[in-house]
């Protein structure tokens, strides 16, 4: 299938497309709300839910945003590279998730993005008040794991 194909195949089965795709699909986010989805031979993830979508596609926006120095970025709405768009989405759970738990610091994975997010939203009164300066941490020190043989 090629690269158009997939596109328009992606957009029409994936109405609610999840904003924290990459982090699901390379294992180290769960949440509630996702559903995988095979498309010829790729994984997506759907969300079920639109208010859920809604609030992590700000969530990311906001990630995105707040991190640009972290990320060396010279304009915040720049194209990120997969690396770095990981970063955001996994660094950025991983250091919500401490400052909301800080008994999970240290942790690999977020089990409930949709509880992580919903807790925040309770406890801060909403997306944009949180701890960004604090989360961004997590994004900035977000580091692969590394395959077996490398050094």
Same mark, same amino acid.
């Given at each position: 299938? /090629?690269e158009r194909?997939?596109q328009?195949? =992606?957009?029409?089965t $994936? ?5 924290? #795709? &990459? ?9 509630r709300?996702?559903k995988?989805? $095979?498309?010829a ?7 079920? /839910?639109?208010?859920?979508? +809604? /609030? ?5 926006g906001m990630l995105?945003h707040?991190a @640009?120095?972290a990320?060396?970025?010279?304009h915040a709405?720049?194209v990120?590279?997969?690396a &770095? =768009?990981? &970063?955001?989405q996994? !660094? !950025?759970?991983?250091g919500l998730q401490t400052?909301? *738990?800080? #008994?999970?610091a240290g942790e690999?994975?977020v089990d /409930?993005?949709? +509880?992580l997010?919903? #807790?925040?939203?309770e406890?801060?009164g909403g997306? *944009?008040e949180?701890? =960004?300066?604090?989360?961004?941490? !997590?994004? @900035? !020190?977000? #580091? ?5 043989? *490398? &050094?």
């Amino acid at each position: 299938m /090629d690269e158009r194909a997939f596109q328009d195949a =992606y957009r029409a089965t $994936n109405p609610l497309a999840c904003p924290f #795709e &990459k982090a699901i699909l390379i294992c180290r986010c769960t949440c509630r709300e996702a559903k995988r989805v $095979n498309i010829a031979e790729r994984d997506t993830v759907n969300c079920r /839910d639109a208010q859920a979508q +809604g /609030d992590c596609s700000l969530l990311v926006g906001m990630l995105r945003h707040n991190a @640009a120095f972290a990320l060396k970025l010279t304009h915040a709405d720049a194209v990120l590279p997969h690396a &770095k =768009y990981v &970063k955001v989405q996994c !660094g !950025g759970l991983l250091g919500l998730q401490t400052a909301l *738990q800080p #008994e999970y610091a240290g942790e690999a994975r977020v089990d /409930d993005i949709r +509880g992580l997010v919903l #807790e925040a939203q309770e406890r801060f009164g909403g997306l *944009q008040e949180l701890p =960004y300066s604090e989360i961004v941490r !997590g994004i @900035a !020190g977000f #580091e692969f794991r590394r395959r077996s043989g *490398q &050094k």
